[in-house]
């Protein structure tokens, strides 16, 4: 386990040295283009060769990625300009509430879809797995644009039990998270189920499965001691995965509801070409897509100390 993890670290470090190389090509190597955002299109070339040299963008490029690369280590993003302020200021407020919706989102996705699927599964062909399976379907088709419209519409305007915005403009309001939680625990928690579902159903089916049953065991302790561990593999690393599309994927949920977020905020940044805003969003972006797989493979190992993860 203690090697697994050096390896995932060492591949962690590997691939942010990478993706920050490749963001600074995209974003900075080309001067002029850091200028005109920064000053503006209206801009002269004289006032952008002088602010280029006054910022260090007259330094050969291998310099200004090494400074560059120290300052992003530091915290130091630059200053946004969309706010006018330090990109930290602005970027780790967001994050947190985007980490606050997350975080309940998760636990129930992973909840309800877990406790669906391991029932359909032991279910399997009967009313119950039917139910579940096109269930899990239908809700897995719906994008999260239509279903935010339709439960805003029974919600909000209908029964009128919720607030249609989260822009939490006079202080925290759980109320106010209950409609994206709805929203994107209606869209996910579907995959989860279905593959739940899967593995559930192959591994009761399975040779260890049949012997303890005829060992005499009790069905639920069969299914709790022996299979279910087994079962949880496979959604475990979808479940893991699903922190991605939480952190910048739920760009469309936090801009319908207003909810001051990191999709939202990102989707601003590159509306307004921020790009120490959009530098620094995408920074956090795979930093945590490269954490999350990692915990991923960690978790293989502990599921199932069998498998060796390379």
């Not at 106010?176 to 929203?183: D, I, T």
């Not at 593959?195 to 192959?202: C, G, I, P, V």
């Not at 601003?268 to 897509?289: H, K, P, R, T």
């Amino acid at each position: 386990m203690a090697l697994l993890i050096l390896r995932r670290a060492a591949l962690m470090l590997a691939t942010m040295l990478v993706v920050s190389a490749l963001i600074f090509l995209l974003l900075e190597f080309d001067v002029d283009s850091v200028a005109v955002k920064v000053l503006g299109p209206f801009s002269t070339q004289e006032q952008r060769n002088i602010w280029l040299e006054v910022n260090g963008y007259t330094d050969p490029a291998l310099t200004r990625y090494l400074r560059w690369l120290g300052s992003i280590l530091q915290g130091d993003f630059g200053d946004s300009l969309r706010f006018r302020r330090p990109v930290g200021e602005v970027l780790w407020p967001r994050l947190a509430n985007t980490g606050l919706l997350a975080a309940i989102v998760l636990s129930t996705m992973a909840l309800l879809g877990l406790s669906l699927g391991v029932l359909a599964g032991v279910h399997e062909g009967r009313l119950l797995d039917r139910v579940v399976s096109v269930t899990s379907v239908v809700t897995t088709s719906i994008p999260e644009f239509a279903s935010a419209v339709f439960l805003s519409a029974v919600f909000v305007f209908w029964l009128g039990w919720l607030p249609g915005t989260s822009g939490m403009a006079a202080g925290f309001d759980p109320w106010q998270l209950v409609l994206p939680v709805m929203v994107l625990v209606t869209y996910g928690f579907g995959y989860i189920a279905r593959l739940t579902r899967a593995s559930m159903a192959e591994v009761m089916r399975s040779n260890y499965v049949r012997t303890a049953r005829l060992k005499g065991l009790s069905h639920w302790s069969v299914v709790m001691r022996h299979a279910l561990r087994n079962a949880l593999i496979a959604p475990y690393t979808v479940i893991v995965l699903q922190i991605n599309w939480l952190l910048s994927g739920v760009i469309v949920v936090e801009f319908f509801f207003a909810y001051k977020g990191f999709g939202a905020l990102l989707l601003e940044a590159s509306l307004f070409q921020d790009i120490y805003m959009v530098q620094a969003c995408a920074i956090i972006a795979v930093a945590v897509a490269v954490i999350s797989q990692a915990i991923s493979d960690i978790g293989y190992a502990v599921l199932n100390p069998r498998i060796r993860v390379g």
